[in-house]
């Protein structure tokens, strides 16, 4: 029945929320019932007994009254049962945002984008009806009808018979073909998954497509998950209104059957007309609480299939046990060297370690520079130093005390990163810088601005600080942008430093100045970076060479020169 388990535990916090709309909804379908009770006596007794109008006017305003309760209570139902969807998304949606924080960047890296977008966006909203219509509705379709049937057997048992029998004709027709649209609707959130993938995907690298001129392979891969996604939702559409069909019939069949037993019953007088009036006016509602299930059942095999992409990412290991959204504690200042002992680490979807036994140590205040081949180990190991994970065997150790005895959140505190291509958000230089430290003030963006020579720029912008970067800071040069991600960095007073070469991918000029910033605001601080450049290796105090996941040589860059070795290939290939 789509009875989701997993889903099922949020309404033990929401109890009372959710017995509330239950009650109002069943308290709707009673109110009918003795609505339709109420309607019969009337009918009857002014065509029939002869009633005045001073007699009938009470029981004309009892009817009024419980047409009232009747729209009141099912309005209240899908009044409460909106808010307890909100709620519930509302929970879902923080413990995905949570999760997805916790998971960190080589999450974000490993699982595309657009469909995490998809899942926290279009999957939460699908989760709507489930709770809101759904569930309730369940308890609907068992409770009216027994009050029905309680109702109506006294009265008369053949029709009893005849809804009893009839009755659960409809859900067993509805699972039979709800069944066949399960996999129809899981194949369509999927294909919704990738498109908005391939979309966001476009959208993202529009330039470079335009650079390339790819972009129309681009276009014809959307337009071929578009024309998919069409193709699968006709068929869940086809499904859901044959189903409606299907329940529809059976519903309108059964009523049928009991209005012609009715009326030959009352037409040779072997019923009286209030009790025959009474049954005509509520089998209806017997079959309406079934048919609306049906209905229901397929937004719930969407919700369905879209939790089960929410738990998929939800169910994901955590690299780290860390509580996002709580206090940082007080944070931890290291002192002394930074060692790396015997650390080793293996990614689950490769078969080779990404690190093996590596060991050495980072002097206080000095600049170590990592270098090797892609796939050497250089960013896991700048992924460990950051907590983003932590080494399955060996230890990293900060002034004696192991990194994994201090919470991620303090620790990072603690470090200035700077990445080869930071994040930006498309919101003013101010919003910007202050991802750093949001409580910065202006004194403090002036001064990180004035150490990075980009003071004078920001002046002569329109705007100042309050100047749009744009998406993806389209509106700055490589250079400026790469200044801009140290500014930010130095907004956070760390003494340890890890870089992942900010030069890679800039001009000869930009290079230049850049070194000049990182040589001013760097200097007295321990630096541990990955190295791509010539121009940034020379000046380390240490050099490691990686290969396969070991360090394979260790030293100055003069003296791994003259021994001609690894790191000697590398400078002669413009690998460093």
Not at 519 to 545: E, F
Not at 558 to 572: E, I, T
């Amino acid at each position: 029945m789509n009875l989701d388990k997993r889903l099922l535990t949020f309404l033990r916090h929401k109890a009372v929320l959710f017995g509330f709309c239950v009650f109002l909804g069943c308290a709707a379908g009673i109110f009918a019932v003795v609505q339709a009770r109420q309607l019969s006596v009337l009918v009857n007794g002014i065509f029939l007994a002869g009633w005045n109008i001073s007699r009938a006017l009470p029981a004309f305003g009892v009817l009024l009254l419980l047409i009232s309760a009747r729209v009141v209570s099912a309005w209240g139902s899908e009044r409460v049962g909106s808010n307890l969807a909100r709620l519930v998304k509302s929970e879902l949606r923080k413990r995905l945002a949570e999760k997805i924080f916790r998971l960190g960047p080589l999450f974000a890296a490993r699982k595309p984008t657009g469909e995490v977008i998809a899942a926290a966006q279009q999957g939460i909203e699908a989760l709507d009806p489930y709770f809101s219509q759904f569930l309730p509705q369940v308890f609907f379709a068992v409770i009216i009808p027994v009050v029905v049937l309680a109702l109506v057997f006294p009265v008369d048992w053949v029709t009893g018979i005849i809804l009893l029998v009839t009755g659960p004709l409809i859900p067993v027709f509805m699972f039979l073909i709800g069944s066949n649209a399960e996999k129809l609707t899981r194949q369509q959130f999927g294909l919704l998954s990738r498109l908005s993938a391939a979309l966001l995907d476009a959208l993202q690298g529009l330039r470079a497509l335009k650079e390339l001129g790819r972009s129309r392979e681009q276009a014809d891969r959307i337009e071929t998950i578009s024309a998919r996604y069409r193709d699968v939702t006709l068929g869940v559409l086809r499904v859901t209104f044959l189903s409606a069909l299907v329940l529809e019939l059976l519903g309108t069949l059964s009523t049928a059957v009991v209005a012609v037993q009715i009326g030959l019953r009352l037409l040779y007088g072997q019923m009286n007309f209030l009790d025959a009036f009474f049954i005509l006016v509520v089998a209806p509602d017997f079959y309406l609480p079934l048919r609306t299930l049906g209905l229901r059942f397929h937004a719930s095999m969407n919700g369905v299939s879209a939790a089960r992409k929410i738990y998929a990412i939800l169910d994901e290991p955590e690299p780290l046990p860390v509580e996002v959204g709580a206090a940082v504690p007080v944070p931890y200042v290291p002192d002394g060297d930074w060692t790396f002992e015997a650390v080793s680490y293996r990614y689950s979807e490769r078969e080779s370690p990404a690190l093996q036994e590596v060991s050495f140590r980072v002097s206080r205040g000095t600049v170590t520079a990592l270098v090797g081949e892609s796939g050497a180990g250089k960013s896991t190991l700048l992924s460990l130093a950051m907590r983003f994970m932590d080494a399955q065997s060996g230890s990293i150790r900060v002034g004696g005390k192991d990194l994994r005895d201090i919470p991620p959140a303090a620790w990072r505190e603690q470090v200035m990163w700077i990445p080869q291509q930071a994040h930006w958000i498309h919101g003013t230089i101010a919003d910007n810088l202050r991802l750093g430290k949001c409580d910065a003030s202006t004194d403090d963006l002036e001064r990180v601005l004035d150490q990075t020579l980009l003071v004078d720029w920001v002046r002569s912008l329109p705007q100042h600080w309050d100047t749009s970067l744009g998406e993806a800071a389209a509106r700055a040069s490589g250079g400026q942008v790469q200044r801009l991600a140290i500014a930010r960095a130095l907004l956070r007073p760390a003494q340890w430093v890890i870089m992942d070469e900010p030069t890679a991918h800039l001009d000869s000029s930009s290079e230049a100045k850049i070194h000049l910033v990182l040589q001013k605001v760097l200097q007295g601080k321990t630096v541990l970076m990955a190295a791509h450049r010539l121009a940034t290796v020379v000046s380390a105090d240490q050099i490691l060479v990686l290969e396969g996941g070991r360090i394979v040589e260790a030293g100055r860059h003069a003296d791994l020169v003259r021994l001609g070795a690894s790191y000697s290939r590398l400078v002669r290939a413009g690998g460093v």
